[in-house]
């Protein structure tokens, strides 16, 4: 599964450099990924490369130096970015996953999360590529947990919907492609607010004023880079069989309020909690949320499939950059 391309080194001698051509070894399992700039497009990015898959990730603002600029409300550009490369498989992480952000701006979010889904399930399908595209656990209700992929869908907000259509136009354009439906994430961010978990972690660290935490919702956290192995794990596992496609769900396996990953995060660190405040009623600003959309993952498991990071370790990883009181790294970490 490995091929080789002529590529350019540079060679230094004291007072003089030039460029010699080399062989690369360049793996020839092709991917690519849209949204490669994001939580999860990173983390996904980074397991396909590293698994001695050729990766190229696409993003649109943050794209450069490190992936491809591309529009995809562009269907031109998208076109010839697919034709060029020719992948194998793509992994579609582009979406606008902010609920709030969906219902301020509909009409952006239905472009990006169903017009864009059904153009690149369109392309995939022309060149035979597995298309996996990204989905949520907002496409239920709440109501009636653990959700299994054939379990009816009901979202209660915009956002849900949008994803729910997004699925329908991607399996109806492309009957080979999957569907992976999972739930809250977090990782090794930019910044705290780059994920609904991580954004937590200021209010956990200003412990000198009490602070209000949801204690209603029921969520499953899950780490990007989890989810990204199961992404491969799936493209590899369809490169060997065929019938692989349709909806699967991922999820991690820990069930925690938002109060609960607020006082591990302070457990981890060795910081107070007695500041952070249970919230037990329904939200009542926002767009509606499922009180629990636990997601049944065991269509992966029997096909193998999976990965599961306790969510003590991954936040850890997640968070230590973001510790203001530097005294606690050494308490953590030595």
């Known amino acids: 599964m490995v091929g080789w391309e002529k590529g350019l080194r540079i060679h230094f001698e004291p007072g003089s450099c030039w460029l010699e051509q080399d062989d690369v070894d360049v793996p020839n399992r092709r991917v690519l990924i849209t949204g490669a700039t994001g939580l999860l497009g990173r983390a996904v990015y980074k397991e396909f490369k590293t698994n001695h898959w050729h990766a190229v990730g696409c993003g649109y ?7 491809e600029q591309l529009n995809l409300l562009d269907a031109a550009a998208v076109h010839n970015l697919i034709q060029d490369f020719q992948p194998h498989v ?3 992480c582009a979406a606008e996953r902010r609920p709030d952000v969906v219902d301020r701006h509909p009409d952006v979010a239905s472009q990006l999360n169903v017009t864009v889904s059904e153009n690149v399930a369109k392309e995939a399908a022309q060149i035979g590529a597995f298309l996996v595209y990204i989905s949520t656990d907002y496409v239920f ?3 009636n947990p653990p959700y299994k992929e054939n379990d009816a869908p009901n979202p209660l907000n915009l956002y849900g919907q949008t994803k729910l259509e997004g699925e329908k136009t991607v399996l109806q354009n492309n009957e080979s492609a999957a569907v992976l439906r999972i739930p809250i994430l977090y990782g ?3 910044w705290l607010g780059e994920s609904a ?5 200021d209010k956990v660290q200003l412990n000198n004023k009490s602070a209000n935490m949801d204690h209603w919702q ?3 956290p899950t780490y990007v880079k989890d989810v990204a192995s199961v992404c491969r794990q799936l493209a590899e596992k369809r490169m060997q069989d065929p019938s692989i496609k349709g909806i699967f769900h991922w999820s991690g396996n820990e069930q925690m309020t938002k109060f609960e990953m ?3 995060m302070a457990d981890v660190f060795n910081l107070p909690s007695s500041h952070l405040r249970p919230i037990t009623d329904s939200p009542v600003l926002g767009a509606p949320r499922p009180r629990n959309a636990q997601l049944d993952c065991s269509r992966l498991q029997m096909l193998g499939i999976g990965q599961h990071t306790p969510f003590r370790v991954g936040i850890k990883e997640s968070l230590w950059p973001f510790l203001i009181d530097k005294r606690w790294r050494q308490t953590v970490f030595h």
């Open 61 to 67: 603002s943050r794209a450069r130096p490190m992936f």
């Open 141 to 143: 209700d709440g109501t």
């Open 218 to 220: 029921q969520r499953f």
């Open 90 to 92: 793509i992994i579609h």
């Open 262 to 264: 607020a006082r591990a």
């Open 188 to 190: 090794e961010v930019e």
């Open 197 to 201: 978990v991580t954004v937590m972690f």
